[in-house]
């Protein structure tokens, strides 16, 4: 008897500090309004809404097969896509959501390429003029660096929070 | 009460209840482990079909669907779409489905959850949400407690002072031998 209570208090103890946690957490989160948007919207908008909470709605094309932690939506076709990684909450996706509609509320995040983090105008900005001398090589990579930089493009994905099929 | 003696009945209690969640870490741990030779949470069936397409630029629902219901496997339609490439892919409930419209060929891919393995993976993964989280944090508290206090539970010549230390050594060793060499 005394063992058994002895397991209790001890399993009470762990699940307490747990629930305080969870509580606090939603205690800080400010209660506010989101549209739905589409995949479609959500791409058009995408610099916009990056790094805010967005609702987004689509198609399931693909899920991960190995961890199923990250699952792909689609918009009005197969080339207006946006990842979507499980959060803590949603965990993972199972392979039966594929071609189920569903919305995901979560925080969109922006990835910015090798290309783009290397900005060499950026840099050579901060100095003044004949004070940064460089030779032709490097002008010659920078040149490179930055017509990639142009060419490259910002992916956006989705840190999923809540996930509910439709 | 002695130090020995509490750590004794504690070992044991938690011994027995951490069993179940042992079981369930250790094997699903084997199958993850093994995530890339074989898919450790689904069996994948796949299979080709002709179908009497020809020519074909896309397909309609009732077209697809009279394709599924021709198929040995009973699958339920869920939608389909054209793909850049020009072939159809149909979603069914666990699984997809491509049809070439211009050839007639398809593929189906079929997923079927391995009926308890699926289960333990999920959970040794931690991908049951936040509460699972904290539960088996909890657990992994109580499995860290039974491996220490089990050093110190036997004493004499089978103890952890001259017998038990060579082994717990040994276990160490192993990881650390893999870790120096390969990370």
């Known amino acids: ?166 | 009460m002695k130090i020995r003696k509490l750590l004794r009945i504690l070992h044991r209690d938690f011994g027995y209840f951490i069993v179940g969640m042992t079981i369930v870490y250790a094997l699903s741990g084997i199958f993850l482990n093994h995530r890339y030779d074989f898919n450790p949470d689904y069996k994948i069936f796949v299979s080709e079909f002709q179908t009497d397409f020809r020519n074909k630029t896309n397909l309609t629902q009732p077209e697809v669907e009279s394709v599924l219901q021709s198929l040995d496997q009973k699958v339920v339609y869920k939608k389909h779409y054209l793909t850049n490439r020009g072939i159809v892919k149909v979603f069914i409930e666990s699984g997809e489905v491509l049809i070439n419209p211009k050839t007639g060929e398809g593929v189906m891919r079929y997923l079927r959850k391995r009926p308890i393995i699926y289960g333990m993976n999920k959970l040794h993964t931690s991908s049951l949400g936040t509460v699972w989280k904290w539960g088996s944090d909890a657990m992994a508290v109580i499995l860290l407690f039974v491996a220490v206090s089990g050093l110190f539970i036997l004493k004499g010549k089978r103890g952890f002072n001259r017998w038990g230390w060579w082994l717990t050594a040994a276990g160490f060793a192993i990881p650390l031998v893999f870790a120096l060499l390969f990370i």
């Open chain 1, 1 to 166: 008897m005394k063992k058994l209570l002895l397991l209790s208090v001890f399993a009470l103890i762990l699940f307490s500090c747990g629930n305080q946690k969870s509580k606090k957490q939603v205690a800080v989160q400010p209660v506010t309004e989101v549209a739905i948007l589409s995949v479609d919207d959500l791409i058009k908008q995408s610099a916009d809404l990056a790094d805010k909470e967005v609702v987004v709605k689509g198609t399931v094309m693909h899920v991960c097969t190995h961890s199923g932690k990250r699952c792909f939506i689609m918009g009005s076709n197969e080339d207006i896509t946006i990842r979507i990684e499980a959060g803590d909450k949603i965990g993972s996706f199972s392979q039966e959501l594929m071609g189920s509609d569903i919305e995901i509320t979560g925080v969109l995040r922006e990835v910015k390429t090798d290309a783009q983090a290397h900005k060499p105008g950026e840099h050579a900005g901060e100095h003044a003029k004949g004070e940064h001398k460089e030779d032709a090589a490097t002008e010659k990579a920078h040149k490179v660096i930055a017509d990639s930089q142009e060419k490259s493009e910002t992916v956006y994905f989705i840190e999923g929070i809540e996930s509910k099929v439709l």
